[in-house]
Nanobody, 123 residues
Framework: QVQLVESGGGLVQAGGSLKLSCAAS????????RAWFRQAPGKERELIAA????????YYKDSVKGRFTISRDNAKNTVYLQMNSLKPEDTAVYYC????????????????WGQGTQVTVSS
C-alpha cells in the first residue's frame, strides 16, 4: 500500500521557520516528481513547490520564491520543504504529492497524495 505521510507542521510566529517532511512508503519514488501543495480555508488547493525526479529541476509559486526550498532524498524516499520568513498568509494545510517523472502544475496530474499537515503562522 502506497502512503505519503507529511510531518513537521505546527504553529510558528511570523518570520519564523518550519521544515516539512513527506515520507513515502509502499514503493520507490525515485522516478517520480514530488510536490507540495497547500490549501487555506475557503481557497483552492495550489501548487507551491515541486521537484523533478532527478532533483535538477524545481518549480516555485511566486509568492514563496526566495523563502521556501524544496529538496529530496531518494535514498530515504522523502521530500522536504524548508520554509523561512513565514507570513500569516502562509497559513494552510500543506499536502505532498507525487507523479511519474516530470513536474506538472495541475492537481489532477498527481497520482499520490498525503493527508496533509497544518501550518499556522501567527502575526
Amino acid at each position: 500500500q502506497v502512503q505519503l505521510v507529511e510531518s513537521g507542521g505546527g504553529l510558528v510566529q511570523a518570520g519564523g521557520s518550519l521544515k516539512l517532511s513527506c515520507a513515502a512508503s509502499g514503493r520507490t519514488f525515485s522516478g517520480y516528481a514530488r510536490a507540495w501543495f497547500r490549501q487555506a480555508p475557503g481557497k483552492e488547493r495550489e501548487l507551491i513547490a515541486a521537484i523533478s525526479w532527478s532533483g535538477d529541476s524545481t518549480y516555485y509559486k511566486d509568492s514563496v520564491k526566495g523563502r521556501f526550498t524544496i529538496s529530496r532524498d531518494n535514498a530515504k524516499n522523502t521530500v522536504y520543504l524548508q520554509m523561512n520568513s513565514l507570513k500569516p498568509e502562509d497559513t494552510a494545510v500543506y499536502y505532498c504529492a507525487a507523479r511519474v517523472w516530470n513536474i506538472r502544475t495541475m492537481i489532477s496530474d498527481y497520482d499520490y497524495w498525503g493527508q496533509g499537515t497544518q501550518v499556522t503562522v501567527s502575526s
